[in-house]
């Protein structure tokens, strides 16, 4: 009996499940609800709030999660054009149109407030890493010289979430100067 009655319980873990707290989360965000908290989410998900008290230590921590899936996606690749510049620019110019759609903004700067102390790793940061770390492997392979992963972090990533943070403006202009500056470090 126990294991029928675990799996008829609702909630639990499954993707549709999470699906339905994510999209919750990021509805509320986008509502600009002051008080976001597990049994407002739950209510929205339709899910019981223990489903969200047993997974997340609190309301911050899922805003993270939820903030860091929206700013990551899987499976996402960097341009392969055969120049670190063109694959750069690319980059840089996909990542600003993304964090400058409005949902975007509102989930980073969710993200942003949910820190309360600083963190060791970030899951965004990590992608971001993944993502030039391959980009620059790639340029040497080809006899290019190349600026450091963090480098490329710190003078063109790093700035277009801060614009995008403290509301500055971002455009196509802006992402490409990161990357021409960033590449005039190595020549």
């Known amino acids: 009996m126990p294991d029928q009655a675990a799996a008829s319980r609702p909630g639990g873990r499954s993707s549709r499940v999470l699906d339905a707290i994510y999209t919750s ?4 965000v986008g509502e600009g609800v002051d008080k976001i908290s597990f049994p407002v989410i739950a209510e929205r998900a339709g899910v019981n709030p223990t489903t969200l008290y047993r997974r997340w230590d609190d309301v911050n921590a899922l805003l993270e999660e ?27 110019d996909i990542i600003a149109r993304d964090i400058t759609r409005p949902e975007r903004t509102r989930y980073l700067r969710a993200m942003v407030s949910a820190r309360v102390e600083i963190v060791s790793a970030c899951p965004v940061t990590e992608t971001r ?28 990533i790093a700035p277009l979430y801060h614009h995008v943070v403290f509301a500055l403006p971002v455009d196509h202009g802006y992402a490409r100067r990161l990357v021409g500056d960033v590449l005039a470090m190595v020549r």
């Open 25 to 28: 989360v990021g509805e509320l």
């Open 66 to 92: 939820v903030a860091v899936a929206a700013l990551t996606r899987d499976g996402e690749s960097v341009p392969d054009t055969g120049s670190l510049e063109q694959d750069l620019a690319q980059w840089a």
């Open 129 to 156: 890493c993944e993502q030039a770390s391959e980009m620059v492997r790639r340029a040497r392979e080809r006899g290019e010289t190349t600026p450091t992963v963090p480098q490329i972090l710190d003078h063109v």
